[in-house]
């Protein structure tokens, strides 16, 4: 069971997730962007993402880089959601064999 605390952080987080994906449409509803700011808004997802996990790969277990390496091979294969499924059940899986 979840604790008070932990329940309103989630909450928290999922709040101000989306409260920034409502001022980013709010903000270019009616704006056209160009060729080079659609490219940018297409690859910014994979930017956040890589910014939240490799600070836990560069400082983590034997089982993270593993894990990270079998991540990179799925990522040149598979779409984004595919990857983050690889990813978290492989760093899962070597930290729970190498524990």
């Known amino acids: 069971m979840l604790d008070l605390a ?3 952080t989630i909450l928290g987080m999922g709040m101000v997730t989306y409260f920034t994906r409502i001022c980013g449409f709010l903000l270019l509803r009616n704006k056209t962007l ?3 700011q659609t490219q940018m808004m297409s690859v910014a997802p994979g930017c956040v993402f890589i910014s939240i996990i490799a ?3 560069l400082t983590g277990t034997s089982g ?3 894990a ?3 991540t990179f091979i799925a990522a040149l294969r598979l779409g984004m959601l595919g990857t983050i499924v ?3 059940a492989s760093a899962y ?3 729970w064999l190498l524990s």
């Open 6 to 8: 932990t329940l309103l």
């Open 34 to 36: 160009n060729a080079k």
């Open 55 to 57: 600070p836990e790969f």
């Open 64 to 66: 993270d880089i593993l």
């Open 68 to 70: 990270l390496l079998v």
């Open 86 to 88: 690889v990813g978290i």
């Open 93 to 95: 899986g070597f930290n």
